[in-house]
């Protein structure tokens, strides 16, 4: 199952020595063999057509670009000419909803191969990443039962691992990123908010949404990121731990908060964790429990909820797509409910309170002298769709899933989630590294470099079972 890097195969297809079309052919393949349920729409013939336009300009002599011949499977929330788009509801959004966007633009004209349209949750509200409309994929790692690929981007890491896409697109605005690659045994990142911009992707949350994507490994994470970077209108520069040669994990200080998530983790992933910090430890790492309270309240706003996304998200939902609140499925449209009774007072007090605690949490890193923090990205057990049946058991085991990952965007921070083993039902577990606001080519040096050590998820987890044939 181990498959070359993301800038082997670039390499092969720049120089000839393998196609784009082949490598088409090969995602066209995996995907008609899978049942694993990735795609709410395949675009085979699509594929084909992009792969030869890769291929007739190496033959021109032309460089088609960093990410030449690459398959990308796209969250059904992203915008794609000629694709129909649902954002995860019952019905098809209208056409001005397929213009493209920043991350597809810009993916399309480095060489990158759209291959089709992945499942979210509806309107992307949800961390489990159940969709009762138009379907669920089935996470890869159970054998047995169907478990839940997190969300809202439930599609992205089971396309990866079926063999039909080496890049994944999501979007991330309380943990849809991060979430999934955790819950699939993949990476994802969540950039600094506001680094990339977020057209051409149905809104979630103005002030909290990004754009992004996942990987197999952080090696490839760290490719694509800064192929795409330059791109990006006001983007800052690669930050110079990135580019140097130095060791990034020489003098690295990571910190783990002493209160909070660490103590309502399962125990299990906890351990898991655990270990692999020692590993880091071992490698010349410092790590020491540290204070972090902001991180803490952070995450106890996100999670009481209402004050922000449901209001954004109903706002939008009002102006663009006018009488869709009534079709919504109950996991979503229950939550909007309180949408409308919040004032602007709160509303404005909550945007004043994330601004606080960001700077607060900043100082106090500079003042420990830390340089990153570690947390699980997971709290639980990705669970099975069965257990998920009542609304209240679906509501409990939303908030627990986003308790690791909202923190990080209500500070606008930037957090990659790499897999570091199994836990005691044999699914993936992510670890999170969080980096300062604007440290993002920083954080990507240093997770790739703990990847290096650690190993990547097929060397650190192995296959998984539903894919391992």
Known sequence: MTRPSIARIAADVRSGATTARSLAEDAIRSYEASDLGAYIVFDAEGARRQADAVDAAVARGQDPGPLAGFTVSVKDLYGVEGLPIRAGTRRELPQRWQREGFLVRSLRRLG????????TVELAFGGVGLNPNTGTPINP??????????GSSSGAGVSLW?????????????????????????????????????????????TLDTVGFLTRTVADTRYVFQAIDPLAPGGDPPDTAADSDSDPLAGLRIGIPRRGLWQETQSDIAAVLRRALAELEAAGV??????????????????????????????SL??????????????????????????AVEYIGLLRIRRRLSASLHARLDAQRIDLLATPTLPI??????????????????????????????????????????????????????????TDHALLA??????????????????APRVAG
């Open 318 to 343: 009002e102006r663009h797509l006018p009488g869709w609140t009534a079709i919504l499925d109950p996991t979503v449209g229950k939550r909007l409910e309180r949408a409308h009774q919040v004032s």
């Open 446 to 463: 240093r997770a790739a470099a703990a990847e290096s050590v650690l190993g990547t998820n097929v060397q650190r987890i192995g296959v």
């Open 112 to 119: 990158a191969v759209v291959v089709g349209k992945t499942h």
């Open 141 to 150: 790692w159970d054998p047995s039962e169907h478990r839940a690929p997190g």
């Open 381 to 438: 057990t990705p669970p099975t769709l069965a257990s998920l049946d009542d609304l209240d058991v679906y509501r409990a085991v939303n908030r627990a899933i986003l308790s690791g990952t909202g923190p990080v965007s209500m500070l606008d921070m930037c957090a990659v989630s790499l897999p570091v083993g199994l836990d005691a039902h044999a699914m993936p577990t992510g670890l999170q590294l969080i980096g300062r606001t604007g």
């Open 286 to 315: 410092h790590v020491a429990e540290v204070d972090a309270p902001e991180l803490q309240e952070a995450g106890e706003r996100y999670m009481a909820g209402g004050l922000l996304i449901p209001p954004e998200r109903t706002e």
């Open 162 to 206: 079926e063999g039909s896409a080496v890049l994944a697109l999501g979007s991330d605005t309380g943990g849809s990123v991060r979430i999934p690659a955790s819950a699939t045994g993949v990476v994802g990142m969540r950039h600094t908010t506001g680094r990339w911009p977020t057209d051409g992707v149905v809104p979630l949350s103005t």
